[in-house]
């Protein structure tokens, strides 16, 4: 009995022993894994720790050394400014002639005011005779005769405005041309300048014409043609028309005051 008991009893103990044991390997493990897992931990708890004690003071140094250069990069913008601005001062100086350039257009007013005026003369019955009347018209292009005496001749054909004066010239006649050559004038008239009237419409028509052909130049020679033939003789009585003709000798031949 005692033997069974005490056979009882060791296993027991065996037992218990055991469990023990177990209970210590096991406490053991967990304390050498904890013991060796913690150091890792403390390091890695402790690394933003010790990191942003170490870090700063080389991360901080040059952010310190950097702000020093942006003074210098504020003062390199501040030396061109000058340099854009000496442009913009050099601008004004060809608008500057620009402005100035326009004042080239003067000699425009100029040649209007060189325009000159030349006569046109009509006629007026003064106690059955007929009187030579001139009348001043402006005239644009004073710098060609031709022109010149174009114009004047246009307004000498299109009548009087004055009532106290008239023409013999017979309406619807036309300049077909005039020119002048050697300080003499072409002037060649529509058939309508023959048309009706007596030998004194006759006289003053030619007068008309004579006149104010050489009212830039009175020495000036007048060669008359109608439709392009000269004019020989003129109305139905023959007036006889010299070629070419001039002031002294129509003042001659057929006087009109």
């Not at 013991?35 to 402790?46: G, N």
């Not at 990191?51 to 050394?65: F, G, R």
């Not at 174009?150 to 023409?167: C, E, H, I, M, R």
């Amino acid at each position: 009995m005692k033997d069974g008991q005490e056979v009882r009893h060791v296993s027991t103990t065996a037992l218990i022993a055991g469990v023990c044991g177990l209970a210590l390997v096991t406490g053991g493990g967990i304390a050498w894994w904890t013991a060796s897992r913690s150091p890792t931990a403390d390091t890695q708890s402790s690394a933003p720790t010790t990191a942003p004690a170490l870090s700063p003071t080389p991360a901080q140094s040059p952010a310190v050394i950097i702000p020093v250069p942006p003074p210098n990069v504020v003062q390199v913008p501040q030396a061109q400014t000058p340099q854009v601005q000496t442009p913009q001062a050099q601008r004004p100086t060809p608008l500057a002639s620009q402005a100035l350039a326009p004042k080239s257009p003067q000699p425009k007013p100029l040649q209007q005011a060189d325009a000159q005026t030349v006569q046109v003369y009509w006629v007026k019955d003064a106690i059955g005779k007929f009187e030579a009347v001139p009348t001043k018209v402006a005239v644009k292009q004073a710098d060609k005769p031709d022109a010149t005496l174009q114009a004047a001749f246009n307004t000498l054909l299109a009548g009087p405005k004055d009532a106290t004066v008239s023409s013999e010239i017979p309406k619807g006649t036309k300049l077909r041309s005039l020119s002048v050559k050697n300080d003499e004038v072409y002037v060649d008239l529509s058939r309508e300048f023959t048309a009706g009237g007596g030998s004194s419409s006759m006289t003053s028509r030619l007068g008309q014409v004579i006149y104010t052909a050489t009212s830039l130049k009175p020495n000036t020679k007048v060669w008359i043609s109608v439709d392009g033939k000269p004019l020989e003789l003129l109305g139905g009585e023959g007036l006889e028309v010299a070629q070419p003709s001039t002031r002294q000798s129509f003042d001659k031949n057929f006087p009109l005051n």
